[in-house]
């Protein structure tokens, strides 16, 4: 029978510089999940990707996670590198969709509660679902996922009062200043990630707030938007954006670009005879912001992962609410596993009513042709009994199928020489 299976790594078990060469752009996404589709023994899939984790769910046979797995050895979409094995996580059944759940849920993200990642889990079931690559058993999974998700963040607390990471690359900023109050900040970047931490530099005091962006009217748009809020911003041409480098005190990056953005040779004539500090801080994956820019004495370099201590100082508050969470996913697990049981038994009815069907016609068919005499009465009469045995003969284990689980499902399949879920699976 088949299986839930899932492949990933994330910022817990891949270091930044690891994740930024897995990552997956939204423009292989479509790829990615025909590769995975490809896969022996996968029959249906769906692809997480954030900038803090990249993970795999399948539903295919037993050995489909580890063909997977064997798989991510060869060239692949993922960053077409190999190397990542020591980082990767791979999980069955109800781990795996145990793990989904707390995902969706926000206690395995970053920033404890955060709200983004359910969002990401439903873009992540409605791209499988465009593309194809998804079926009903991962649609029902991530169905429940979103659910647990949305009951964790309204019947709980865990998502009170929890930062997203633009708001902590914004404290972090703070804590080493200890007040922005008449600095300048430059952002790179104008996505979601970008328009958080400008909304954060609001209530901060700093003093000018320049954009740029590879698309100057988005640049344009934003710092219109921001203004209006009481903010001294100003849109930059992405290509200017090194001269204003200089007037930076607090550098905040976040494109979708594929390699670095900011490098030595930016900041090179920037620091020579500078006298006060320029903080880089870098929350995109891949980085923006080449690490070896710390070599200037005055540029202090950090990224995403160097959010951790941040996040985990405003995390204790919400720490008592994650029992109340994972209560709330037990429920959705069971509910899950009650309906994949449920699933498996209505699948296995099917194929074995088909099966049982095949047969009774065949064997009549053979009888009839070897009495040609018979009239149509007595025909009939042979097909009524033909029914009529093949119907009490499987009348019993349809019986005990409607009332059993998967693994009784299974085993009925298999003494009836029926492996798999074909007939009645898609």
């Known amino acids: 029978m088949s299986s839930l299976h899932l492949l990933g790594l994330n910022h817990k078990t891949a270091p930044v510089e690891v994740r930024e060469r897995f990552a997956l752009p939204a423009a292989r996404l479509e790829h990615a999940l025909g590769y995975v589709r490809d896969v022996e023994g996968v029959e249906e899939t769906a692809i997480l990707a954030t900038c803090n984790r990249v993970e795999i769910y399948v539903r295919g046979d037993e050995g489909a996670g580890e063909r997977l ?53 439903k873009g992540a079931m409605a791209k499988a679902r465009e593309s194809g690559a998804a079926g009903r058993h991962l649609d029902e999974l991530f169905r429940r996922a979103i659910s647990c998700g949305k009951r964790a963040r309204s019947e709980t607390g865990i998502s009170r009062g929890a930062q997203s990471v633009g708001a902590a690359a914004v404290e972090l900023a703070r804590q080493i200043f200890g007040s922005l109050a008449g600095h300048t900040v430059l952002i790179l970047g104008a996505g979601k990630m970008s328009a958080r931490v400008a909304q954060c530099l609001v209530s901060s005091g700093a003093r000018r707030v320049l954009v740029a962006n590879r698309t100057f009217e988005r640049a344009q748009e934003l710092a219109a938007t921001w203004s209006d809020d009481g903010l001294n911003t100003e849109a930059i041409k992405w290509e200017e954006f090194g001269h204003y480098l200089s007037q930076a005190d607090i550098v905040i990056a976040s494109t979708r670009a594929p390699g670095y953005v900011v490098t030595p040779a930016h900041l090179a004539p920037v620091m020579k005879g500078r006298r006060r500090p320029l903080l880089l ?146």
């Open 281 to 426: 801080i870098d929350i995109a994956v891949p980085r923006d912001i080449d690490p070896a820019c710390s070599r200037f004495d005055d540029a202090f370099c950090f990224d995403i992962d160097d959010l951790q201590s941040v996040v985990a100082q405003g995390a204790q508050s919400r720490q008592s609410e994650v029992v109340a969470v994972q209560n709330i996913i037990g429920q959705e697990l069971v509910a899950w596993q009650d309906w994949e049981r449920s699933s498996g038994a209505q699948s296995a009815l099917a194929q074995l009513a088909q099966h049982a069907n095949r047969v009774r016609d065949t064997e009549v068919e053979a009888a009839l042709s070897k009495l040609e005499h018979l009239s149509a009465k007595d025909r009939a009469v042979v097909e009524s009994l033909a029914r009529a045995i093949s119907g009490k003969l499987i009348h019993s284990p349809l019986a005990h199928l409607r009332n059993g689980g998967q693994d009784d499902a299974s085993a009925l399949l298999r003494a009836f020489g029926l492996g798999g879920e074909k007939d009645g699976e898609q």
């Open 69 to 121: 797995r064997h798989a991510m050895n060869a060239p692949h979409p993922f960053g077409g590198a190999r190397g990542f094995d020591k980082h990767l996580y791979l999980q069955s059944g109800q781990e795996a969709a145990n793990h989904l759940f707390q995902v969706a849920s926000g206690l395995d993200s970053l920033v404890l509660g955060e709200s983004e990642i359910l969002g990401q889990v």
